[in-house]
């Protein structure tokens, strides 16, 4: 008689490198080690880091905490490497500044405030970074004061716990990720807008 057929085992890899994420991170906890854990993948990252260490060529372009790595991204290899982000240029504003914000008008004529975080620049010319999930997409136009800006839909993509759609803004294409349960459609005109904290000025 044959041998029967080996049994076929079906391995979820995405789901069980989610699962060793929070074995990890709880066997630091109850060990109470330090581990140095060196990683391509930003979700492992930032799920199983006290503080992130973020290397280019060799050389560190930023460390922090993850919250600050992905929130305050220093420069545009981190702002490109750690999540989604649309980076904006213009030329600074500074007599429309106030309260540790930044203003910067874009070529289109839109004014964009942020954060400075304290960040020196030098020149006329200075770039934001706002994160893709930052943004908020609305058909009525909200009520804040500022980053509130007219768009339109050019393209929908559908994937699975978030939509992220393409918008014309300004004489360019932004990316904007959203979990809304209202569905826009390509070709609406819609309203962007972020708070200013999600605009984060950058070194170049």
């Known amino acids: 008689m044959g041998q029967p057929p080996p049994e076929v085992v ?6 069980l490198r989610a699962e060793m994420r929070i074995e990890l991170k709880e066997l630091q906890r109850r060990l109470d080690f330090t581990s ?9 990252a930032l799920a199983i ?3 992130i260490v973020v290397m280019r060529d060799g050389v560190i372009a930023q460390v922090g905490t993850p919250a600050e790595i992905y929130d305050r991204p220093r420069n545009t290899f981190v702002a490109d490497f750690v999540g989604s982000a649309n980076l904006i ?3 600074r504003r500074p007599e429309l500044e106030g309260d540790g914000q930044v203003v910067l008008e874009t070529p289109g ?5 942020g954060t400075a975080l304290d960040r020196h620049v030098s020149g006329d010319e200075v770039l934001m970074a706002v994160r893709t999930a930052h943004l908020r997409l609305e058909r009525a136009r909200p009520a804040a004061s500022v980053n509130v800006w007219p768009g339109r839909i050019r393209q929908r993509v559908f994937q699975g716990d978030f939509t992220q759609y393409h918008v014309d803004w300004d004489g360019r294409r932004l990316i904007v990720r959203s979990a809304a349960s209202e569905v826009m459609a390509e070709g609406d005109e819609v309203f962007v807008s972020a708070e200013p904290r999600h605009f984060v000025l950058l070194e170049e």
């Open 89 to 91: 240029r213009g030329r």
């Open 49 to 51: 880091s006290d503080r």
């Open 36 to 44: 140095v854990y060196v990683t391509h993948d930003l979700e492992e």
């Open 10 to 15: 079906h391995v979820d890899y995405p789901q």
């Open 109 to 113: 004529g839109a004014l964009v405030h």
